[in-house]
């Protein structure tokens, strides 16, 4: 199975790994969502992993990138990537992306888009991307995918990334559109403990839960923030921000939220939706 491939350290000694999430960009640059210009936004997110991080070994974005699935968005945003980063990347489909768009991007920073190897571990990136509708769902071939992956991989500690939230994060308007099919998710699941974390994007805030030994992690968006809690819409005032983890060896992990502070944006904070 094809893989980025990254060396791993064999002196016990973690890989950064970055993630990233619910970028929203416009079709044009400079574009808003809910006031907030988001090229900007992204921009201030990626220099302050510039000030933070000395040498990721990778870096992930997990979907929404764009707000309308366009060629020349996904374009842009990889020449953003690839102006900021030299390490392998990798990238999946939100609910306000197009697979089958991004997938025609040629590029020189051309990222992967199933698998990754990061040190010792295994990136399993899937598709809940359900064309047309905003919930997700994981289809039979991605579910055959990820059953095959890790029966293959058995014995390498692994991080599963997606866009859609797997687990409810206690937002009733958000949590509907979690992945449908979850409990088959979890099912396949049951017998590899090699999978130590699973992390997503989708609900722009942070959210982190220990179950069944597994970490589950919700990403801040390098946009606008939801409210945690609540039932109905809410902006946050809360900053953009990404996910760090350190990737040990031996199949400890390490992770975190770090947030833009340096800023202040103009944002639709009495908005019910977009």
Known sequence: MAANVIPTHNNGLPV?????????????????????????SLADVLALIAREQQEPA???????????????????????????????????????????????????????????????????????SVPGYVHGALSESEMTFLRDTLNEHSDIPTLIMLHHQPVPVGSEWIDQYLV?????FFA??????????????????????????????????????FKPGCDDFTVDTQMPGYRWFDLYPDGRLETGVSRVTDKSYVIDYKSAGY
């Open 16 to 40: 950064r790994l970055i993630q990233i999430t619910d970028t929203h960009l416009g079709s044009a640059d400079g574009e808003t969502l809910l006031g907030l210009n988001t090229d900007q």
């Open 58 to 128: 990778a870096v992930v974005c997990t979907g929404d990138i764009a707000s309308e699935p366009d060629a020349d968005c996904y374009g842009r945003f990889l020449d953003t990537l690839q102006r900021n980063f030299t390490c392998p990347l990798g990238w999946l489909p939100g609910n306000h992306d197009l697979a089958e768009v991004m997938l025609k991007v040629e590029h020189a920073a051309q990222p992967a888009h199933r698998t990754m190897r990061v040190g010792g571990w295994l990136l399993v990136l899937l598709d809940s």
């Open 180 to 184: 449908r099919n979850h409990a088959d």
């Open 188 to 225: 396949a699941l049951a017998h590899h403990e090699q999978v130590k974390a699973i992390s997503w994007g989708h609900v722009h805030q942070n959210f982190e839960r220990l179950a069944d030994e597994r970490l589950l992690l919700a990403t801040p968006s390098t946009c606008v923030q």
